[in-house]
């Protein structure tokens, strides 16, 4: 990136940090007002937005960008309609920014309160999703934080269009049309760029696959929530009704092949195996599922494939799985120690010892039992919305939702106190 083209993004930055200054006070109903204002342009610049996708999307065709890609990429007139809706909804959501998270009075008298205040300039990187652009620019005002947006360059026309369409309803209202702000440019130098704002970005979401995520934790300088990788497993105990397990394997790794909390990897107890088995591989083959087998597998279906050292690992997003024999609860707890991202792992069984001994043992950020791990989702868990599911440990653990796009501070009030 030329120094030019630097210092164009630092204003930017710049910028959304003045904004985020401003944006952090402003109560609930200037936002929700906002937010409301920023739906209805959407739905009225729909022909705008739909005549500037539609030059993204005949690139990634003449590019040989797989269907499924285009079909995420590509707009309409009822897709806008779904995103400016779920735009409604973030603003009917409860507001996090000034609520307290604990507070009690001292011995000395002192008056103390930990409160969520806003993050300030979150920095988001994304793949060819333009609905995200909407989604987390939302999801930030709501939560009092400027954001800071760099989509895929496959989408950079509907994402222009979009930023500028939320920047002009903003204009109108007490919240800065500057809090929400695409980082300039298409190339990876500016990523870079925004990946090393170090004190004028405040935390970095990356959203995508494997090797975005990695390259971002990798490379920034600023502090980073990393999210989205799911290698997740369904054990198979002992103990479980089949007829359940079989419902929830199909759901898990077929209901929706190509997110991260699809089921890639399946563990099955030795002592279930010659029952479950075969009907597991009927019902996953009937829907187009590639099984990649362990030898002990591949004896109950001839159209299983030999699973690899990589398989175990490996998060498909499509329509495969990998599948295993274990001896004991506590074999597949250590498979997925070794194989598993840390998103979300189930166990289907009737004994409330497996259970509970597989909940504490799995150190995943959603464990299910007798449950899809398709349900590891904000929405589902009922926050109304997410910023994305994080993996890690700090700051925020499993389904981000608005109380995970915030920090806290302390409040403490005397009456002349000294210490």
């Known amino acids: ?62 590019a040989g960008t797989p269907a499924s890609m285009i079909d995420r990429l590509s707009l309409t007139p009822e897709r806008i309609t779904a995103v400016a809706d779920a735009v409604r909804k973030v603003a009917a959501l409860p507001d996090p920014v000034g609520e307290t998270v604990r507070g009690n009075v001292l011995p000395n008298g002192l008056d103390l309160r930990q409160v969520r205040v806003p993050l300030g300039v979150v920095g988001i990187v994304y793949e060819g999703r333009p609905n995200v652009t909407v989604d987390a620019a939302a999801l930030c005002l709501k939560s009092g934080n400027a954001a ?43 990523v870079k760029h925004l990946m090393r704002a170090r004190g004028l970005v405040d935390v970095l979401i990356p959203r995508g696959g494997a090797s975005l995520i990695n390259s971002v934790v990798e490379e920034s300088t600023v502090p980073v929530i990393e999210t989205g990788v799911g290698n997740c497993s369904v054990y198979v105990d002992a103990a479980a009704d089949l007829d359940m397990a079989v419902d929830i394997l199909v759901n898990a790794k077929t209901q929706r092949p190509s997110v991260c909390n699809a089921a890639e990897t399946l563990l099955v107890h030795a002592d279930v195996a010659e029952a479950f088995l075969p009907r597991a591989l009927a019902a996953l083959a009937e829907r187009g599922v590639t099984v990649h087998g362990d030898e002990r597998v591949r004896a109950h279906g001839d159209a299983v494939v ?30 997925i120690r070794r194989y598993g991202s840390g998103h979300t792992e189930a166990i289907v069984t009737g004994s409330q010892p497996a259970a509970k001994r597989f909940a504490a043992l799995v150190d995943s950020a959603a464990v ?52």
Do not use: C
């Not at 930055?13 to 936002?31: Q, T």
């Not at 739905?43 to 065709?61: G, H, P, Y």
């Not at 360059?153 to 369409?165: H, M, R, T």
């Not at 490996?314 to 498979?335: F, G, K, N, P, Q």
């Open 368 to 419: 299910m039992v007798n449950a899809s791990t398709r349900f590891t989702d904000g929405e589902e868990f009922g926050f109304g919305a997410e910023i994305g599911i994080s993996t890690q440990k700090l700051h925020a653990r499993g389904p981000m939702g608005l109380p995970e796009l915030t920090s806290t501070k302390y409040v403490v009030t005397g009456e002349g106190h000294v210490r």
């Open 1 to 62: 990136m030329s120094e030019l083209e630097r210092a164009e993004f630092l204003r930017t930055a710049r910028r959304a940090k003045d904004a985020a200054a401003d944006l952090a006070p402003l109560p609930r109903a200037v936002k929700d007002a906002a937010l409301h204002a920023v739906a209805d342009a959407l739905e009225a610049s729909a022909a705008r937005i739909v005549k500037a996708n539609a030059l993204d999307v005949a690139r990634a065709r003449e």
């Open 306 to 335: 030999a699973a690899t050292e990589e398989d175990w690992g490996t998060e498909y997003l499509s329509l495969d799985i990998a599948a295993r024999v274990v001896d004991s609860l506590d074999e597949a707890v250590a498979h």
């Open 148 to 190: 800071l947006l760099r989509g895929s360059s496959s989408a950079y026309e509907s994402n222009s269009v979009l930023v500028d369409v939320m920047q002009g309803a903003l204009a109108g209202t007490p919240v800065p049309a500057d809090a929400v702000q695409l980082v300039p440019g298409t190339s990876r130098e500016s």
